[in-house]
């Protein structure tokens, strides 16, 4: 599958201030241009942490589309609630949580979809997504999700928009903790892109395969 990571940040690589306010670190153009990546992917993925802080309905907006990808929240608790924009929006197009609890009542009729799962880690729940017909996922944070999918080697895209401003060592990390040792153990990716939009700059890199030579955008 082909699964991308999709992070607006800071210069210093930070996706929220220390209190969890990020709207909007990037302007317009960028947040645009998530609008067209997201309508690019069968599916888009946030951890229950993001909608907690943020309440994002993460439809496609300011492009037109004929399907709405599916939208999907790890959710390992069944935290999201019946006045989440996400559960608030099933007539815009499907939504999906992956959870170690059964569906709730409430949940259940606003039409969203609660795939039990026997655990929550990333493997297990791109297998579910996989099943259901996924082929293609963005994954838009945050950090904590986007760490365990880093660490199980599962991303093969980053689309990276930078913002032009600093935030600071107290401000949210793109990536939780990787514990990685050695220099050696970091991943290696391949710039194949690089654009100005408006103040920002968006990077796209993919992963490299063993005995892959990259030429650098
Ligand atoms: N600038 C940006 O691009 C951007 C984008 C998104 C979010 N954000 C910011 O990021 C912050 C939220 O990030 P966060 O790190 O606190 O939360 P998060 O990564 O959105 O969610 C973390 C939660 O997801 C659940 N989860 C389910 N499956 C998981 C898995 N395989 N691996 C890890 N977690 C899994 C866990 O909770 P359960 O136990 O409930 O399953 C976990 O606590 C907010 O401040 C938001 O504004 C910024």
């Known amino acids: ?47 229950s942490g993001t909608v907690m802080a943020d309440d994002p309905l993460l ?17 390992g608790r069944l935290r999201l609630r019946p006045d989440h924009k996400l559960a608030q929006s099933t007539d815009q197009g499907p939504v999906w949580v992956l959870s170690l609890a059964q569906t709730r009542p409430e949940l259940h009729d606003l039409g969203l979809e609660v795939i039990t799962l ?19 996922l963005m994954i838009e944070g945050g950090g904590t999700l986007v760490a365990s999918y880093l660490k199980a080697g599962l991303i093969t895209h980053i689309e990276w928009f930078r913002a032009p401003i600093i935030l600071g060592g107290d401000g949210r990390p793109a990536f939780g903790d990787l514990s990685l040792s050695a220099l050696s153990e970091a991943q290696v990716w391949c710039r194949t892109a690089m ?16 005995g892959d030579e990259c030429l650098p955008a």
């Open 118 to 136: 026997p655990d929550m880690t990333p493997d297990q729940q791109i297998r579910a997504l996989q099943d259901k017909g996924i082929t293609s």
């Open 1 to 47: 599958m082909r699964i991308t990571l999709k992070c607006a940040t800071s210069l210093d690589g930070r996706i929220a201030l220390a209190n969890g306010d990020s709207r909007w670190i990037t302007g317009p153009d960028a947040r645009k241009q998530g609008h067209h990546l997201r309508a690019a992917h069968d599916a888009v993925l946030v951890g």
């Open 195 to 210: 654009t100005s939009l408006g103040e920002d700059l968006w990077e796209r890199y993919e992963r490299l395969e063993e």
């Open 59 to 75: 439809t496609v907006r300011e492009v037109k589309v004929e399907r709405q990808p599916v939208r999907v929240v790890a959710d």
